[in-house]
């Protein structure tokens, strides 16, 4: 019995082995980039030389006699900190050797970093950015029905409620570092939903990792991000007109709390000129409760417009919306993180203001 089945283990072991030699022609990529780079009129000659178990070298020749080559690497997710690995690794590369990652997909974060550090890329669906030389070639807007769902899920998404909740809590204090079952037990979330959060920012390269605990190091693009994403989807809002003035009505939700236990939450302009006064106003931002909205548009004498309002009523998609709210100066206000999502898609200067807030209320935690 023993014999039999060691045989049977040698024989499950090499077919793993030609499997994983197979897998390692990398023959698809092989195709995917020649069509890309013979399909431009500069190039004159193209030919792969050897393949490397990261991917393949290419041998490029264009039309005025210039001979470079391609470092292609193939990816199976191109997240932002695999990229700078690369990179990190082909600082010493040959002068003539061009960098490329091939992947099924390159997200919009992706996208930039190659762009900086001059990296190229193409991706199954024929997306790409090639430019070296006199070469270049630029294609976006290919759907892409391969893409993992892995690489598109976003924990800056509105669904995504713990992962928000997370975040939040990590930038009360920006200076400080998490332990992820201190985080779980802050937040009162498993520890493997903080680990989820943990595995997306390493793999977009924003926190370090220590043995004191994680710490987000690149707070400015990682809020940029939350709003870009945060922001293509509109909450339940009314906007309404008062004939009252910005300040009165202000007033008014101060004595509305106090006579009709009615709680809300500033935002907008009206609640981030409480942390960074950098902009004038003419029309407040406020959260209310959805069942509470009515009897608050009562009190505070407004109705519902079309066009010209003055106050912007929004009912909050989630209790993470309020979390880490203040009193300041009498008035209840949203967070910071929370007025900063909200000010970067408002007309005007809301990114003006976001960017204070970032500033003195968000990253001066580690700037000091």
């Given at each position: 019995?023993?014999?039999i089945t060691f045989t049977v283990i040698m024989g499950f072991t090499n077919l793993v082995k030609v499997v994983i030699k197979m897998k390692l022609n990398f023959e698809n990529e092989?195709?995917?980039?020649?069509?890309?780079?013979?399909?431009?009129?500069?190039?004159?000659?193209?030919?792969?030389e050897k393949t490397t178990g990261e991917g393949f070298v290419?041998?490029?020749?264009?039309?005025?006699?210039?001979l470079f080559y391609m470092d292609v690497h193939v990816l199976k997710d191109a997240f932002p900190a695999k990229i700078k690995e690369l990179i990190d690794n082909s600082a010493n590369r040959v002068r003539t050797h061009y960098l490329v990652v091939v992947a099924p997909f390159i997200s919009e974060t992706s996208y930039?970093?190659?762009?900086?550090?001059?990296?190229?890329?193409?991706?199954?669906?024929?997306?790409?950015?090639?430019?070296?030389?006199?070469?270049?070639?630029?294609v976006s807007g290919n759907k892409n029905p391969k893409a993992s769902k892995r690489a598109l899920k976003s924990i800056f998404e509105k669904s995504s409620t713990v992962s928000s909740l997370i975040l939040r809590t990590i930038l009360e204090d920006a200076r400080k570092s998490w332990k992820l079952k201190k985080l779980s037990e802050k937040?009162?979330?498993?520890?493997?939903?903080?680990?989820?959060?943990?595995?997306f920012l390493i793999n977009n390269a924003w926190i370090e990792v220590t043995s004191e605990g994680i710490k987000i190091t690149d707070i400015e693009t990682v809020m940029k991000e939350w709003a870009r994403v945060y922001n293509g989807k509109r909450e339940t809002a009314y906007e309404c007109?008062?004939?009252?003035?910005?300040?009165?009505?202000?007033?008014?939700?101060?004595?509305?709390?106090?006579?009709?236990?009615?709680?809300?939450?500033?935002t907008g302009f009206s609640g981030g000129v409480r942390y960074a006064p950098v902009v004038r106003y003419n029309k407040l931002?406020?959260?209310?409760?959805?069942?509470?909205?009515?009897?608050?548009?009562?009190?505070?004498?407004?109705?519902?417009?079309?066009?010209?309002?003055?106050?912007?009523?929004?009912?909050?998609?989630?209790?993470?919306?309020?979390?880490?709210?203040?009193i300041i100066e009498g008035s209840h206000v949203a967070s910071p993180v929370q007025i900063y999502l909200d000010c970067m898609r408002l007309k005007g200067r809301g990114e003006e203001l976001a960017n204070a807030i970032l500033a003195k209320e968000i990253k001066q935690t580690n700037d000091t």
């Open positions: 019995m023993t014999i092989k195709e995917l980039v020649g069509r890309k780079i013979l399909s431009i009129p500069l190039v004159d000659n193209y030919e792969v290419s041998r490029v020749e264009l039309e005025d006699g210039y930039l970093l190659c762009e900086k550090e001059k990296v190229g890329f193409i991706d199954h669906a024929g997306n790409c950015l090639l430019r070296y030389h006199s070469l270049y070639i630029s937040v009162g979330c498993s520890i493997g939903q903080v680990s989820k959060v943990k595995e007109y008062s004939l009252e003035h910005i300040a009165n009505i202000e007033k008014k939700l101060e004595r509305m709390k106090e006579e009709c236990e009615i709680d809300y939450y500033l931002h406020v959260y209310i409760e959805p069942q509470d909205i009515k009897e608050a548009m009562k009190y505070l004498g407004c109705k519902e417009v079309e066009s010209g309002a003055n106050l912007s009523i929004i009912e909050p998609y989630d209790d993470c919306v309020i979390k880490d709210s203040r």
